[in-house]
């Protein structure tokens, strides 16, 4: 013994504690599940617990004292440590109660009794309710699948069985010949015999016996029958064999065909048509109740569209009724943007600081979204505000200052984008055309091309109009990536306003969403607009020409219904002004008109055009013949075989079913 471990003479310690030093742990049995149970808890005796192993009723209850000296050795528990009833394995559980196992006492006291003698209180043959009906349930159902497939087998014997019946052979059947069977009938070598002269003298033309020799030949057989009918039984009726057994093979006589019935829909060969000698004689019957209208002339119907006919689906109409709505209100900066606001907020995106502004203000503020792509600026990008009592003008020119951004005046709204040094800085890094090496002449010229400039001229001419150099910009980075050259402006920027055919500036419009709780008061266009954005993890961009047109402002207060989806909540809100929420990405909203976005223009890229270069090209000129130069460019790269294209995007979605099939597979 250990030095300072306590035992049962140990009077210094407690009541429960001696009791516990001198408890000796003792075994019981599960009456359901047969479990040998080691109790090691004191406190257990004489009580009922539930078994760790089938969670039945046990009562703890020390057995009678066994003869030390009889009793087989008890096995020691190694380990001393209380674990939880569950924590035994499943190969314990489901084992044999008989077999060995060595399980660490839980946290109820029961450890699993290792032993390899039987316990004698239970009989070898015992077995447990669950056991006794789970193998009732298994031999009720064996019986129950083998009587079924006997009784199917059976089934299927006597349908098979049934359905076989004998056929009689007959020997007037056109495909049997009483000559070539390999044993013929006892009547049919009877009569042969005694008929041995009357085949020397049958007509081989009519199959019968010569008029000399018929009433001869006619006694013989009523004689040989006669003699046999008392031992012959024939096989087949005598009322249903041919006349002349007799004559050998029977030669099939012609139809007198002046005596059938004729088709009285026969065709005549006076009577065909011209163009119809192809027909089958079944179908030129019916030619003689067509009308006889002379020589049928050549067809004048229009050969079948090509693909130069394909039918060409317009943009949206503008069809929203103006009349009665509001004119959009006048701004003063000095005084709209004079209110003060304070801002306790971590960030906000700068879509939805603009969002916010204009709802305080009541002033659209229209973000040139295109610039700021082209900088490399994400709109959706929370952006850290001054916090305390500031102007709405004083919050907008802090966060430009930050941002390279200002703020311009328009009649009835202002526009939030970079100042012109900002963007020029942007314009002329894209422009560095020194990594495209030797192609730099040559990109130069497709460019220029593009932009409506002199193709020979050295020097890329780039406008002087924001929307002139903006579309420089975006013509740039699409030849970047016709010739395989690394971009300047990131994927998810670019693809906003560009792309390559196939893979385009598609915005469809939303669709599902969260609504968040139900509105019990009204609540502004540009809150909800923002609200809603955000709940769904995205920023919304709103077009404010389309918006403030129809009689709507920031300020326009409604109360929506939260029923359904975001997709419907939104749709019904804009229903009064036709305008439309689409997904632009994962992060990103656009709001506008049906007709505005399919006349928003996008630089495409084609695949590599190959034989079917001049055809593709044509078809486009056609498509866009007389459309503006805001609404139409194309400029074809001989390096890359690509054609770059500016075109609205009503037409860029059609474009597939426009290029020839190669150009579509490319």
Known sequence: MMKGSPTAEDDSLPFCERSRVS??????????????????????????????????????????????????????????????????????????????????????????????????????????????????????????????????????????????EPIAQNSNQPGVNAAEDAQPSEVETIESESNEEAEDTVDPVTAEPAESEAAESEATETDTGAAESENIQPAIPTDLMPESPLGGPIIPIEPDTSLMPQDPLAADPETEIAGMEDLTPELKKYLRFLPDEGQVEATNLPAPPTMDDVKIEGAAEQNFNFLGRPEPREINLKSDFGIRMALASEGYPLVDLTLLVSQATSVPIQVDWVSFDLAGIDVSKPIETVKGWQTARDILDSIGSRLGAEVREEKTLVIFTLTDDSFQQTIDSLSDFTDFGDGKTSAIRVLNTFLGANPEQPALAIGVDREQRQLAGLA?????????????????????????????????????????????????????????????????????????????????????????????????????????????????????????????????????????????LQRIQTIMQGATPEMFRMAYDQDSDRALLLLPRFIVRQLPKIAPEKVVKN
């Open 23 to 164: 408890f000796q742990p003792f075994s019981v049995q599960c009456l359901t599940c047969g479990s040998r149970l080691r109790v090691t808890d004191p406190a257990l005796e004489g009580t009922i617990a539930s078994c760790p192993k089938c969670n039945s009723m046990v009562q703890i209850e020390r057995a009678e004292e066994v003869d030390t000296e009889t009793a087989a050795p008890q096995q020691m528990a190694v380990g001393g440590a209380s674990v939880d009833s569950q924590a035994i394995t499943q190969e314990s559980i489901a084992g044999d109660p008989d077999a060995e196992s060595s399980v660490v006492s839980d946290a109820h006291g029961f450890t699993g009794e290792s032993s390899s003698a039987t316990d004698s209180s239970v009989p070898p043959d015992w077995q447990s309710a669950r056991t006794r009906r789970t193998r009732q349930v298994a031999l009720v159902s064996l019986v129950s699948v083998t009587g079924l497939m006997a009784a199917i087998v059976v089934f299927t014997w006597f349908v098979k069985s049934f359905r076989e």
């Open 476 to 616: 740039i980075e699409g030849l970047r990536r016709m010739r395989g050259v690394e971009p300047k402006v990131p994927d998810p920027a670019l693809r906003h306003w560009a792309g390559p055919m196939g893979q385009s500036v598609e915005w469809p419009v939303v669709v599902g969403g969260q609504t968040g709780p139900q509105q019990d008061s009204p609540i502004t266009l540009a809150s909800l607009l923002r609200r809603t954005s955000r709940l769904n993890q995205s920023t919304c961009i709103v077009n404010w020409y389309d918006v403030t047109s129809r009689g709507a402002s920031p300020e326009w207060t409604l109360i929506p219904h939260a029923k359904q989806d975001a997709a419907t909540m939104l749709t019904k809100a804009m229903e009064p002004f036709q305008l439309q929420v689409r997904t632009v990405d994962g992060s990103h909203w656009w709001v506008g008109s049906e007709s505005t976005y399919d006349r928003l223009t996008a630089v495409v890229w084609t695949p590599p055009l190959g034989a079917s270069k001049d055809e593709f």
